[in-house]
C-alpha cells in the first residue's frame, strides 16, 4: 500500500479498462488522488463494448487500497453540461485538479466516402470536442492555482495518416493541433500541455476493433506490419508509464510537444 498521497488530484477520462484504467492505477501508486471519468454503458457506435460501472467499482477498490481518494464520474464527454457537472465534482470532493489526462476515445474503421455523417460526427464528439470541454472546465482551476499538466491521449494516427481511418486520424491531428495552442496560451500560467501518440495498445477497444473487422488482434497486428520492435502492440502500463512521468517534476520543462510511443512505427 501506498502509506503517502502527494496530495495532488488527476482527473482521467475513459478511466474504466484499457489505457486510463492502467493510468489512473499508476498515478494512484505515486500517491495521486483519483477522479476517474467514463460514460458507463455502450453505445450505438462504435458497436464494442465501453467501460461499465463495475469497471469503474474495481478500479476504486484498486486506488483506495493504495491508499488515495477516489471517487467515479459517469460522464459523456460530449455533453457540455456532465462535464461541468463531472469537473465541478471534482473540484468539491477532491479540492483541486492537477494532471487532466484526456483519454476518452473511440475508433472505428470506414472508408472516407462511405462513413455516415453521424459516424462523422460521433468520431470528432468523442475525440477531439470531448477534449476540449475537458480543457475548457478544468483550465480556470488549473490558472487559477497557477500549475497544472494537460495530457492528451492522440496516437500515431496524430501524426500520419491512416488508411480506412480518416475520421480518427482527422480528430487526432486536430487534437495535435489543440495542444500546441493550448501550451501557447497556458504557459504564462505555469500550466503545460502535452500531446501523447502511442502506436497500437493491447486494450478492450483494439480487440473490439478486430471483433468489428472479423479477425483476431494478432491478424490485425500482422496486416499493419508497422512496428520496427518486434512486437504487436504495446500495453496499457506502458502508456501509464508515460503519463506519470510527463505529469511529474522530472518533466517540468516539457510543454507543448509530442511524446511518441510507437515501438518505432513511425520511422518506417
Known amino acids: 500500500m501506498n502509506q503517502a ?5 488527476a482527473l482521467i477520462t475513459g478511466a474504466a479498462h484499457g489505457q486510463g484504467r492502467a493510468t489512473a492505477i499508476a498515478l494512484a501508486h505515486e500517491g495521486y488522488h483519483i477522479a476517474a471519468l467514463d460514460i458507463g454503458h455502450n453505445v450505438g457506435y462504435p458497436t464494442y463494448s465501453m467501460g461499465n460501472n463495475d469497471d469503474l467499482m474495481s478500479l476504486g477498490k484498486a486506488c483506495e487500497g493504495l491508499g488515495v481518494k477516489y471517487i467515479a ?6 455533453k457540455a453540461d456532465e462535464v461541468e457537472a463531472a469537473v465541478e465534482k471534482t473540484i468539491s470532493t477532491l479540492g483541486r485538479v492537477d494532471v487532466l ?3 476518452a476515445g473511440i475508433c472505428a474503421y470506414g472508408l472516407a466516402h462511405e462513413l455516415t455523417e453521424s459516424e ?3 468520431m470528432m464528439d468523442v475525440n477531439l470536442k ?3 470541454l475537458m480543457a475548457k472546465y478544468v483550465i480556470p482551476h488549473l490558472i487559477a492555482q497557477k500549475s497544472g499538466v494537460i495530457i492528451n ?8 495518416g491512416m488508411n480506412r481511418l480518416s475520421h480518427y486520424a ?3 491531428w486536430a487534437l495535435t493541433g489543440m495542444t500546441k495552442s493550448w501550451a501557447l496560451e497556458l504557459a504564462p500560467h505555469n500550466v503545460r500541455v502535452i500531446s501523447i ?3 497500437g495498445v493491447n486494450t478492450p477497444m483494439n480487440d473490439g476493433l478486430a471483433e468489428m473487422e472479423g479477425k483476431t488482434p494478432q491478424e490485425i497486428a500482422e496486416a499493419s506490419a508497422g512496428n520496427l520492435l518486434p512486437v504487436p502492440w504495446i500495453e496499457p502500463e506502458d502508456v501509464a508509464q508515460a503519463v506519470v512521468y510527463l505529469s511529474s517534476e522530472k518533466a517540468r520543462y516539457i510543454t507543448g510537444s509530442q511524446f511518441v510511443l510507437d515501438a518505432g512505427l513511425l520511422t518506417r
Open 5 to 9: 498521497t502527494n496530495g495532488k488530484v
Open 73 to 78: 464520474l459517469l460522464a459523456d464527454v460530449s
Open 101 to 103: 489526462f484526456n483519454n
Open 120 to 122: 462523422f460526427d460521433r
Open 130 to 132: 470531448g477534449s476540449w
Open 153 to 160: 491521449n492522440s496516437s500515431v494516427g496524430g501524426l500520419r
Open 170 to 172: 482527422a480528430s487526432k
Open 197 to 199: 501518440h502511442p502506436t
